[in-house]
T-cell receptor, first 115, second 112 residues
Framework: KAGVTQTPRYLIKTRGQQVTLSCSPI?????VSWYQQTPGQGLQFLFE???????NKGNFPGRFSGRQFSNSRSEMNVSTLELGDSALYLC??????????????FGPGTRLTVT | DQQVKQNSPSLSVQEGRISILNCDYT??????FLWYKKYPAEGPTFLIS?????DKNEDGRFTVFLNKSAKHLSLHIVPSQPGDSAVYFC???????????FGKGTKLSVKP
């Protein structure tokens, strides 16, 4: 079974621009979560989607948004990029909500650099 | 306020010996705990998990121990191999919420 895939792997954007990142979960997984990893803050939760609905949200400004499609693929968008948004963005999928399993499986991440 | 803490930023172990990675948490409501291994520029790889109703879970060379009264969990790797060298994260979660709360990680170096 294929793992979680994320595109693109690397991205360089200019301050003020916006960016869209994509995530395809493991086949059969309907829960997709997004995390931001930075050297200072570590891994921090952004939001979770399940069956096209945002089910949980972390403590990030409204510039960070996401959505999920009927095939469970998810996108996250960051508008008006700031230098501090430079980070590794990780997507994880799980069977949460489909049984008792709670393990999250991560993709390789998208490295975003804002200049 | 860090709810999940890994107080040792690094650990060095000889090949073949036991590696013990520790993690403390503050929220007694956490339902489950997980350990992940991470290489630079890659996503975390799931290793092993444990439900809060258990005190031990074993999978091959990896064993996780949970001490609820002390709010402490540990990951034992026996025997350690050079390929185990990576950053290890512990994470905790609540069944009602989809987010994992991660520690800051411990960098394990296994020397041949």
């Amino acid at each position: 079974k294929a793992g979680v895939t994320q595109t693109p792997r690397y991205l360089i954007k200019t301050r003020g621009q916006q960016v869209t990142l994509s995530c395809s979960p493991i086949s059969g997984h309907r829960s997709v979560s997004w995390y931001q990893q930075t050297p200072g803050q570590g891994l921090q939760f952004l939001f979770e989607y399940f069956s096209e609905t945002q089910r949980n949200k972390g403590n990030f400004p409204g510039r960070f948004s996401g959505r999920q499609f009927s095939n469970s693929r998810s996108e996250m968008n960051v508008s008006t990029l700031e230098l501090g948004d430079s980070a590794l963005y990780l997507c994880a999928s799980s069977l949460r909500g489909q049984g008792s399993s709670y393990e999250q499986y991560f993709g390789p991440g998208t490295r975003l650099t804002v200049t | 306020d860090q709810q999940v803490k890994q107080n040792s930023p690094s650990l060095s172990v000889q090949e073949g010996r036991i590696s013990i990675l520790n993690c403390d948490y503050t929220n007694s409501m956490f339902d489950y705990f997980l350990w992940y291994k991470k290489y630079p520029a890659e996503g975390p790889t799931f290793l092993i998990s444990i439900s809060s109703i258990k005190d031990k879970n074993e999978d091959g060379r990896f064993t996780v121990f949970l001490n609820k009264s002390a709010k402490h969990l540990s990951l034992h790797i026996v025997p350690s191999q050079p390929g185990d060298s990576a950053v290890y994260f512990c994470a905790a979660g609540l069944g009602s919420q989809g987010n994992l709360i991660f520690g800051k990680g411990t960098k394990l170096s296994v020397k041949p």
